[in-house]
């Protein structure tokens, strides 16, 4: 096992979760004192903080969603009046689709808003000195403030490659010997489309590289091992947002991927679980089993100006055993790979159909990217229509469709149509891709 | 071998990483070397809030000081959590977690 921190992660889980328990009533009883947002919440549902005593008083706590933010936000100033401690303000992301709470910062946000970052980077072997290439863009979301706080949490050098091209930051992973990069999928697949259009080989040409870390995307496994090969690299991935203060779950030395009975197999997420609970919950508002899919809702113990006090993400993750990766880690584990929205699942012809299903499918190889578009036929049947889009369109075959159509009827369990987009099509976008419209009639 | 697997740290030219940054998983929680770095950073904790009112209350105009004893603080905040040690205990109490 390669610890960051042998303190944390080798303490006896009595000890831990006692830590976690003192910490959580600290948590619950600040944030009714000194957040608004929780002082109306809480009053508004008659919720008494004084009665958490420990881990075992969480599920009394009432969940927070974003809509509740959201419309405690509405008409106040961002952030509240002028305060003096106020350092920074994040906006959430916006893909949602739902709005954009702001969360304001204090000084000791911004200390912990690195540590699960380092956490992932360090587990994965890199080490104070190596370069990281940075990719998702720097704005007022927390995402720019985040990848510099974790690198310098971690010692790394950031390279940051925000206001250029792909074809430029295919350049500067070489020009400043990058050990890694970090991306999302999608644009991990771009950038490797273009190394291979400028002739790169990286596993020959480029050796300080060796970990791609992704992140904000479910991605398929054959579609890793792929990026692997081409870069001499092993990919990582970590999970968190701007309400968990960063990443709070991240894979460890073994990767996201690892090898299975059958081939490549998911590897595990392991919870930074110090630094944030994490519960999986049904819709029913029960915990999950190991082996169980639900929503995370996420506690942070580390954050001080807009504490996520048993928040629904709205994100949807598969929970695990503790103890199921071969590292020995005893932390909560997840499945890496598959964590997706829990708005994005579509109902196709009476079957759940999750889009990362068809993504593990569908991107593939030369593949630039591709859009599903479920629609009423005129025949008044629902229709499923897959537009993909080639790096080389000369390769369109019906071999090609043929394997498509094949893979996504075994993953997604619904068959559909394959049709080629011609190039350029597809707009690169460099951070979240949104893939599937609902055009059938009844939607309207 | 998975890729990347024995590419980077450890490879002749490049520097030794430095301490704390090993790879081996021990016991650590119960070592008496932890105990000895909670009890330091227990310390530090008290000093860096003390620095800070300090500066709050000396009455000569400094927030360049003010600030840095203000990230000083939070700074050795994280590290006493990462230590195993609550800063911010309810009673104002700080010691091991748990």
Redesign the interface.
């Known amino acids: 096992m390669s610890a960051a921190n042998a303190v944390i992660e080798a303490m006896p889980a009595d000890r831990l979760r006692a830590m976690v328990g003192r910490r959580l009533r600290h948590v619950v009883r600040s944030a009714y004192r000194e957040v608004p947002f929780y002082r109306w919440y809480y009053d508004r549902l008659g919720f008494d903080p004084d009665g958490v005593a420990s881990v075992d008083d969480l599920a009394r706590i009432p969940t927070v969603t974003k809509r509740d933010l959201l419309e405690f936000q509405a008409g106040r100033p961002v952030a509240g009046e002028r305060d003096p401690s106020l350092r920074q303000i994040h906006l959430t992301s916006g893909t949602s689709g739902v709005g954009r709470e702001s969360h304001p910062r204090y000084a000791e946000d911004l200390e912990a808003v690195g540590i699960g970052g380092a956490y992932e980077f360090l587990w994965a072997g890199l080490v104070p000195g190596e370069r990281l290439l940075l990719t998702i863009p720097y704005s007022q979301t927390m995402a720019g403030p985040h990848f510099q706080a974790t690198c310098k949490a971690a010692g790394l050098v950031p390279v940051n490659a925000f206001a250029t091209g792909t074809t430029e930051r295919v350049a500067q992973l070489y020009r400043f010997a990058c050990a890694g990069l970090s991306a999302t999928p999608s644009y991990v697949h771009a950038l490797t489309l273009e190394a291979r259009r400028q002739g790169r080989r990286p596993d020959r040409d480029l050796p300080s590289f060796r970990r791609i870390f992704v992140s904000g995307e479910s991605y398929g496994t054959e579609w890793a091992r792929e990026v692997e090969a081409y870069w001499g690299a092993r990919v990582h991935e970590g999970w968190g947002a701007t309400q968990t203060l960063g990443v709070v779950m991240a894979s460890c030395e073994l990767g996201a991927v690892v090898d299975g009975p059958y081939g490549p197999a998911r590897g595990v997420l392991h919870g930074l679980d110090h630094r944030c609970v994490i519960e999986v919950l049904a819709a029913d508002g029960s915990p999950v089993g190991p082996g169980d899919a639900g929503e995370i809702v996420v506690t942070t113990l580390r954050t001080r100006g807009l504490p996520s006090v048993r928040f629904r993400m709205g994100d949807r993750v598969r929970r695990l055993g503790t103890g199921s990766c071969r590292c020995g880690r005893t932390s909560s584990c997840f499945e890496a790979g598959t964590i997706g929205r829990l708005d994005d699942m579509i109902k196709i012809r009476g079957m759940n159909v999750w889009p990362s299903s068809v993504d593990a499918a569908v991107l593939q190889g030369a593949v630039v990217d591709y859009r599903g578009r479920v629609f009423t036929g005129g025949d008044g049947r629902e229709r499923v229509e897959v537009g993909v889009e080639l790096a080389d369109p000369s390769a369109w075959s019906d071999e090609f469709v043929t394997g498509v159509r094949d893979r996504i009827k075994a993953l997604a369990g619904v068959s559909m149509d394959v049709v080629q987009l011609p190039s350029g099509t597809l707009r690169e976008e460099g951070f979240k891709s949104r893939r599937w419209r609902d055009e059938r009639a009844s939607r309207r | 071998m ?4 024995d ?3 450890g490879t002749a030219g490049r ?1 030794a ?2 301490p704390g ?9 119960t070592s008496p070397g ?1 105990a000895d ?1 909670q009890q330091q950073v227990t310390a530090l904790v008290l000093g860096t809030r003390s620095l800070a009112e300090s500066v709050d209350a000396c009455g000569v105009p400094m927030p360049i000081v003010a600030l840095l004893a ?2 000083a ?3 050795v ?2 590290l006493a ?4 040690v ?1 800063a ?3 009673d104002g109490d700080v010691g091991p ?2």
């Open positions: 998975p890729p990347g697997g590419r980077g740290a520097p990483p430095p940054t090993g790879t081996t998983a021990v016991a650590a929680t932890v770095l203000e990230r603080r939070a700074v905040d994280e959590w990462e230590l195993g609550d911010g205990a309810p977690a748990g």
